[in-house]
């Protein structure tokens, strides 16, 4: 991965987009045009600090430094982004290649007009300071590094996930002009869970490649309530012990994505752009869970959930159709869903604010 970035500090980044997500990539494309280059840039901007957190290339040490200089050089126009450079001079993913461009990705956020900085520079600072929290954890020395209790699952998801549901409402503030009224706070209150039942919806799917890198985020709470331990999640001796703390997950993420169907009909239905942004990306999500929680090889190393390409072009085009009413929106969702889904919240825990 040694290819240099595009002319233009933009066109790199419309470049590179799909390249790290191409989910993300189809999605983008459903916002006002307005907002699709600040979200495009908040995004990027997560997905360094992504890289920092997951690697297994650096140090501790080296991640925590690194994470701390790129959560200052959103406050510094001057900083510069050698250091980030220089951890991944040889690139060996595309992840390492955008974070060798960092400061491609950081000249086109001192682009953005100042509102779009004040509303993305907080929380993916807030995002670097709970990511460096985590990767602190990897000193312990645990051959599978778990997470504790369902709390801190949530202190986790919200840390990687619920700050970017508070950074998309920052920018649909400034483009929608909301001021401080119901909408905006009924949008607020929601933006935790929302980002937290996309984040629970990929450890779920990812759990076997999460404990192939040494991690689980499945809480030992949860294993130890079916009478298990991680280390135990996918034997397959423990199969039905497994199956029931994945359930369980699956529960609590469900709770967390009707919040966020919540979040999405709270949006204005004008101009419904943002709607089908945030709309695509939770229906991905319900039926990505709800293959799961049919799915017997959920825990399979070698098996991986994933909806198919038609899922994903299908959805997008219905969700243009069902954006601008919550009547379609609502019943879109429990066609995805199926009848399974019990109208009722269910939390394992409480989502951290």
Request: glycine residues 6%; proline residues 4%; hydrophobic residues 40%.
């Amino acid at each position: 991965m040694t290819a240099a970035p595009a002319a233009s500090g933009k066109a790199f980044c419309v470049e590179v987009l799909p390249k790290v997500s191409r989910t993300f990539a189809v999605c983008i494309r459903l916002l006002p045009t307005k907002l699709e280059h600040p979200v495009l840039v908040a995004y990027l901007l997560c997905r360094i600090a992504d890289t920092f957190e997951d690697t297994t290339r650096l140090s501790v040490d080296e991640r925590i430094r690194l994470l701390a200089h790129f959560r200052g050089a959103l406050d510094d126009h001057s900083s510069t982004a050698a250091p980030l450079r220089d951890a991944f001079a040889e690139p060996q993913t595309d992840e390492e290649l955008l974070v060798r461009e960092a400061d491609v990705v950081l000249g086109e956020f001192w682009a953005l007009p100042v509102e779009h900085q004040d509303a993305i520079r907080p929380w993916v600072q807030e995002m670097c300071t709970g990511m460096a929290e985590f990767v602190q954890r990897a000193r312990s020395g645990e051959q599978l590094e778990s997470l504790s209790t369902v709390e801190e699952l949530d202190r986790y998801c919200y840390y990687v996930a619920g700050t970017v549901g508070h950074m998309l409402t920052a920018l649909f503030k400034v483009h929608y002009g909301l001021g401080n009224g119901r909408r905006l706070a009924r949008l607020e209150s929601l933006s935790t869970s929302f980002g937290l039942g996309l984040q629970l919806t990929n450890i779920i799917k990812d759990v076997s490649d999460d404990q192939a890198r040494g991690w689980s985020f499945v809480p030992r709470q949860l294993c130890e309530m079916a009478g298990i331990r991680p280390e135990d999640l996918q034997k397959e001796e423990h199969g039905p012990e497994g199956r029931r703390v994945m359930l369980m997950l699956i529960d609590k993420a469900k709770g967390h994505l009707r919040d966020a169907l919540e979040y999405s009909t709270a949006l204005p239905r004008r101009d419904s752009g943002a709607r089908q942004f945030c709309l695509t990306s939770l229906y991905f999500a319900v039926q990505t869970l709800r293959l799961a929680e049919r799915d017997d090889r959920l825990l399979d190393p070698n098996h991986k959930v994933k909806i198919t390409r038609s899922d994903v072009f299908r959805t997008v085009r219905m969700t243009k159709m069902v954006a601008p009413s919550n009547l379609l929106v609502r019943l879109y969702f429990r066609r995805l869903a199926g009848s399974a889904w019990n109208s009722g919240p269910t939390r394992l825990g409480s989502a951290a604010s």
